[in-house]
């Protein structure tokens, strides 16, 4: 059975940094891509970032880049989310999800975990 569990999330103050983990099992992590993807109160689920298979590949939205890193350890089987200079906009359930192609469009993954809440204070 796939599992994806989420991590890491928390309380923050704008400025602040945090970083999320997926922590994946019952796959072959190496032949998954993960995605990130965030769902704030009221609003439809939107992609934040997405890393390829061995990490040469990476995606990320705008309202992210420069702010947000994905990264991967495959020994680990984790994908992580560095998050830097939060701002109240990003406050959010983080969910990840897996597929065995990178792609930011949210149908087209296999897996998903429960997701984690991520709350940054002005």
């Known amino acids: 059975q796939v599992q994806l569990v989420e991590s890491g999330g928390g309380l923050v103050q704008a400025g602040g940094s945090l970083r999320l983990s997926c922590a994946a099992s019952g796959l072959t992590f190496r032949r998954y891509a993960i995605g990130w993807f965030r769902q704030a109160p009221g609003k439809e689920r939107e992609f934040v970032a997405a890393?390829?298979?061995?990490?040469?590949?990476?995606n990320y939205s705008d309202s992210v880049k420069g702010r947000f890193t994905i990264s991967r350890d495959n020994a680990k089987n984790t994908v992580y989310l560095q998050m830097n200079s939060l701002k109240p906009e990003d406050t959010a359930v983080y969910y990840c999800a897996a597929r065995t192609g990178i792609t930011t469009t949210e149908i087209m993954y296999d897996y998903w975990g429960q997701g984690t809440q991520v709350t940054v204070s002005s």
């Open positions: 890393i390829s298979k061995f990490g040469g590949t990476t």
